[in-house]
C-alpha cells in the first residue's frame, strides 16, 4: 500500500523540550519527535524540517512568515503537513496562518503538548499521532489537532494552563473528533474556494504587526489611543464590554474613537465575553461606535482579529474589501 506523503515541520514547545538547568527548553530535533512515536512511520511517508525551536511566547509575526514560507515549500511534495508548536500562542499562529495561506490545498495541522515527549504521562504522542491523521484526511485549511479535538485555526483558542483538553472551538463546533473508530470529521461550508492547485505568491505572506490589543476596563482613559496613535500602531482591537458596550460618561471612549478615524487606525471591536458574537445595535453604549475605520468583530475570536487585521493591512489596497468578508472560518 502506498504511504501518504506528510510533513513535520517543528518550532519547538513544550513537546520538543528537555529540562536544562535554567528550566524546560526547547532541545529536541523534529527527527528525534518523530522517533518517539515509531508507529508514525508505519502510517506515512514523512518528510522533517527544523524550522526554528523557540518557547511559544517568542514566536512572533516575524516566525510566522518565516513559518508560512516553510509551509508552501513543503507543500510542493506532499499531501499533508504537521506543525509542532508550543500552546500559549499557537491559536495566533494557526489564525494568522489561516489569513496567509488561504489558497493552499492541503491541510496544515498544528498540534503540541502540555508535557514534554519524553514525559512519562505526555499528551504528546497521542496528539501528534491524531495531527497526522488529520493531515492525512481533512479538507484543505489550517487547524489545531489538541486532545481528540480537531478544530479550525481562527476558531481554536487555549483554555487551560495544565489540562491536557487545552483547546475549545469558540462560536463554532469542532471541525471533528477523534475516537477508537478513528477521525469523524463534519465538514461544514468553506468561506473560499478550494482549487485542484495552489498558486500562494510570497506576497499573500505579506503582514503588518503594528496592530494593538486593548480590553477595556470601567475608567479607561481616552487618552490611551493617542498613545496607541504616537507609538505608530496602524490597527486595532478593542475588546468592548458585553455586546459592545463602551463608556461615555466622564471618560468619552466613543467620541474618542473619531481621533482613530482621522489617523486611519484600521480598529476591530469585538466583546470581552469569550462566546457569542458583539452587536453594537442593542444597547445606547454600543450605538455610534462602527464607522468610518472602525468595524465589529462580529463573533471572530480575538485571536483571529488580530491576525486578520495583521492580514489585511499587509496589502490594504487590494485585501481591505475582505474585512467583513468570512475567509477563513474566521466568523459566521
Known amino acids: 500500500m502506498l504511504l501518504p506523503k506528510l510533513a513535520l515541520l517543528a518550532t519547538g514547545g513544550t513537546i520538543a523540550s528537555l529540562h536544562t538547568a535554567t528550566g524546560l527548553a526547547p ?35 516575524e516566525e510566522w512568515q518565516i513559518l508560512a514560507h516553510a509551509v508552501l515549500q513543503a507543500a510542493q511534495n506532499c ?24 489558497e493552499l490545498n492541503i491541510p496544515v495541522v498544528l498540534t503540541g503538548s502540555q508535557l514534554p515527549i519524553k514525559h512519562p504521562l505526555s499528551d ?21 489537532a489538541f486532545h481528540h479535538k480537531l478544530i479550525y485555526g481562527t476558531r481554536a483558542v487555549k483554555m487551560r494552563t495544565l489540562g491536557f483538553d487545552a483547546f475549545d472551538s469558540i462560536n463554532a463546533p ?30 499573500s505572506l505579506n503582514i503588518d504587526p503594528r ?16 498613545h496607541i496613535i504616537a507609538a505608530g500602531y496602524k490597527g486595532l482591537v478593542i475588546e468592548a464590554f458585553g455586546l459592545g458596550g463602551l463608556h ?27 462566546y457569542e458574537k458583539a452587536d453594537f445595535s442593542v444597547y445606547e453604549v454600543g450605538r455610534n461606535v462602527l464607522k468610518g475605520s472602525i468595524f465589529g468583530a462580529h463573533d ?13 493591512l499587509g496589502d490594504t489596497q487590494n485585501r481591505m474589501p ?7 472560518h474566521e466568523m459566521l
Open 322 to 328: 475582505y474585512i467583513g468578508t468570512c475567509l477563513a
Open 300 to 312: 471572530m475570536t480575538t485571536e483571529a482579529a488580530l491576525t486578520k487585521l495583521m492580514w489585511i
Open 174 to 203: 469542532a471541525v471533528g473528533y477523534f475516537d477508537a473508530d478513528g477521525l469523524h470529521i463534519k465538514q461544514n461550508e468553506n468561506c473560499f474556494e478550494i482549487k485542484d492547485t495552489f498558486s500562494v505568491s510570497p506576497s
Open 211 to 226: 496592530v494593538f490589543l486593548l480590553k477595556l476596563m470601567p475608567g479607561t482613559n481616552p487618552e490611551i489611543f493617542r
Open 248 to 274: 461615555y460618561i466622564r471618560r468619552n471612549l466613543i467620541e474618542s474613537l473619531d481621533l482613530l478615524n482621522e489617523h486611519n487606525i484600521l480598529t476591530f471591536v469585538t466583546t470581552q465575553c469569550l
Open 27 to 61: 532541545a529536541m530535533r523534529a527527527e528525534e519527535i518523530l522517533a518517539a512515536c515509531p508507529d508514525l512511520s508505519l502510517q506515512a511517508d514523512i518528510w522533517v524540517n527544523d524550522v526554528f525551536s523557540l518557547d511559544s511566547s517568542n514566536i512572533q509575526p
Open 79 to 102: 499531501q499533508g503537513i504537521v506543525i509542532t508548536h508550543g500552546t500559549d500562542t499557537m491559536a495566533y499562529t494557526a489564525s494568522a496562518l489561516s489569513f496567509m495561506l488561504q
Open 124 to 144: 504528546a504522542p497521542s496528539n501528534l499521532t491524531e495531527a497526522f491523521c488529520a493531515a492525512a484526511q481533512a479538507a484543505p485549511g489550517v487547524y489545531v
